[in-house]
Every structure is written in structure tokens, then in C-alpha cells.
């Protein structure tokens, strides 16, 4: 717990940039590799300095949502963190689908951040509460083709459900399969049927679904 999370910053506004970077540092828990202000930055920066986590503002030049893509599809290991002031339903849902774990408004507390990153570094993901309540209506209504019939998750073998119920925990496949004695590949398949009965596209709308189907 003592290894210091090796970080990215990308935002345009430096002012604000370095007020992240400065809280961070202070934290003592991460290491800064770099800092940039456009997705060209953001993608070259990833590229040659491979951290384990990027944060990452939407509206930046060249688009965040484009730079989180680029990165995600040349690293999949780094944990990408939309910092933005952008609450649109679409910005969520395109940072989502470009592979981000995080999706974090800049109002929020230098201590929340920070506590927020740590849990992204153990496999976590995070969505804004103000964000999150509305984006599982706009997932539930995007499953819902007629009448309400028997709810995705609960179409879920045996087996997908307790591998979801892991992957909504926080765990990666290879975590998952190392617990459930399956290989990687396995699991991955099997997170490939379980997006598709979901109809999510990625983890996280997976593990938001499941989270809001099991609460007590």
C-alpha cells in the first residue's frame, strides 16, 4: 500500500491543473509522470510514460473522449478518469463507451479525490453521484423494448452473476478468474455474454446496473 500511484494529468486550464497536481502531491500516494493540455499530449504522454492512471478533461483540445479512446485502445491497463465540469448524459455515456473507469465533476474535494483515485487504482470504478442515478434511467430505459418483462440481470447464469457480482465489487478478470479457479480467457468470455444481456457497454454501465439491481 505504500507504492505511490504513478499519474497523468491532462487539463488546459493551468490554474486548475496545478491546483489538482498540488493536491495530489501532497496526498503523498502519487507519483506525477506528466502533464499536458491537449488529447495529443494526453496520448503521447500515455504512450511514453505508461501510468497506471490518466485524468483527463472532456472539452480540452482534440477532445478528451477521443484521447481516452486512443489511450484505452493502446493500453487497456491504464485506468482513465474523466475530471470535467460536463454533466450531459452524452459526454458520460461516450466517456463510458471510450473505456474511462472514473467519471468525476471538478467540483469535488481535494480529499475525495484522492480517496476516489486510490479505489480507481484497486480496480474500483466511479461515477459522480449527481451522475450516477440518472445515467442507470437512461441505461434501464435503453433495455426496455416494450413492457417490462424479467430484467436483464436476472437472465444471468449461475455463474455470470457471481462473476459480476466480483467485477460490480471491483475486481479485474484476472482477480476474478485467480478466485473462481478460470482462466482470463474464460472470464473474459463470459463478461462478453454478460455485457450482452445487459445491454452495457462496458464494466462500468455492467457493474452500475448490478450494483442498483442488488442493493438491499
Known sequence: MSERISLVVVDDHPLYRSGV??????????????????????????ARLAPST???????????VAAARKIHAANPATAIVMLTVSEQDDDVLAALAAGARGYVLKGIGGD???????????????????????LLVLLQ???????ARTAPVDTLTAREE??????????SNK????????????????????????????RVEA??????????
Open 21 to 46: 497536481v498540488r493536491t495530489l502531491v501532497e496526498s503523498g500516494r502519487f507519483e506525477i509522470l506528466g502533464e499536458g493540455a491537449s488529447a495529443a499530449e494526453a496520448t503521447e504522454l500515455c
Open 54 to 64: 490518466v485524468l483527463l478533461d472532456i472539452s480540452m483540445p482534440g477532445n478528451g
Open 112 to 134: 475525495e479525490l484522492v480517496a476516489m483515485l486510490e479505489g480507481i487504482a484497486r480496480g474500483e470504478t466511479y461515477v459522480a453521484p449527481s451522475l450516477a442515478a440518472r
Open 141 to 147: 430505459g435503453q433495455q426496455q423494448a416494450g413492457p
Open 162 to 171: 457471481q462473476i459480476l457480482r466480483l467485477v460490480a465489487a471491483g475486481l
Open 175 to 202: 482477480e476474478v478468474g485467480r478466485k473462481l479457479d478460470l482462466q482470463e480467457k474464460t472470464v473474459k468470455h463470459y463478461m462478453t455474454n454478460i455485457l450482452q444481456k445487459l445491454q452495457a457497454r462496458n
Open 207 to 216: 457493474a452500475l446496473i448490478a450494483r442498483d439491481r442488488w442493493k438491499s
